[in-house]
């Protein structure tokens, strides 16, 4: 169940401090799949809580140099084991997607919600992860209904020059197909 403040009742809410209003005109309508890692590949750290609350060690891994300064967020990350954290609420507008568009409507974080799969490009995702995913996408629906499956996408799909997550992986045919049940 997501409430009246935006909050996915079944996250673990760690708030992020990189977020903002949503354009008031902005209606909720697009779902964006990411993916992340820290460093690529390792999973389990508390290294993306700490990305998406500031409090990144950069001297931590010698990949983390480009990281410094950089205020990101999601809305949510689903860890391996299915577990979802919670950083920014939905209402808000979190720090996702950068420089992006859709269907020639650019400033994706205007008007979408950024979901995080812990894992890589190239890494299959877990059972458990996609039973999450499917059942947050299906919570978020119900909530934003201009979210439809056609307005469901990769962060590759509105940054196309620029990302490649969730990556070949992922399983779009599998996931869509969940969201009819």
Same mark, same amino acid.
């Not at 902005?26 to 779902?31: F, H, R």
């Not at 590949?41 to 700490?50: L, R």
């Given at each position: 169940m997501i409430n009246s403040l935006g909050l996915l009742s079944t996250a673990q809410f760690i708030k992020s401090p990189f977020y903002n209003q949503r354009p008031v005109e902005? #209606?909720?309508?697009?779902?964006v799949i990411h993916c992340i890692s820290l460093p690529e590949?390792?999973?389990?750290? %508390?290294?993306?809580? /700490?990305l998406f609350t500031g409090c990144l060690d950069c001297a931590a891994d010698p990949s983390f140099v480009d990281l410094q300064g950089l205020e990101v967020s999601a809305h949510c990350v689903i860890r391996r084991d299915g577990s979802i954290e919670q950083y920014v609420p939905f209402t808000k507008?979190?720090?996702h997607a950068g420089i992006s568009n859709f %269907?020639?409507?650019?400033?994706? /974080? #205007?008007? +979408? *919600?950024? *979901? %995080?799969?812990?894992?890589?490009?190239?890494?299959?995702?877990? %059972?458990?992860?996609?039973q999450a995913l499917v059942d947050v996408t299906l919570q978020i629906q119900q909530q934003y209904p201009l979210i439809t499956k056609q307005r469901i996408v990769g962060h590759s799909d509105i940054a196309p020059r620029r990302k490649t997550d969730?990556? +070949? !992986?992922? #399983?779009?045919?599998?996931? !869509?197909l969940s969201l009819a049940l």
């Open positions: 902005a #209606d909720i309508s697009l779902l590949g390792q999973y389990g750290t %508390e290294h993306i809580k /700490n507008r979190a720090w %269907e020639g409507v650019a400033g994706c /974080n #205007d008007y +979408s *919600i950024g *979901i %995080e799969l812990e894992g890589t490009d190239c890494t299959a995702y877990t %059972e458990l992860q996609y969730p990556g +070949s !992986k992922f #399983d779009w045919h599998s996931f !869509k």
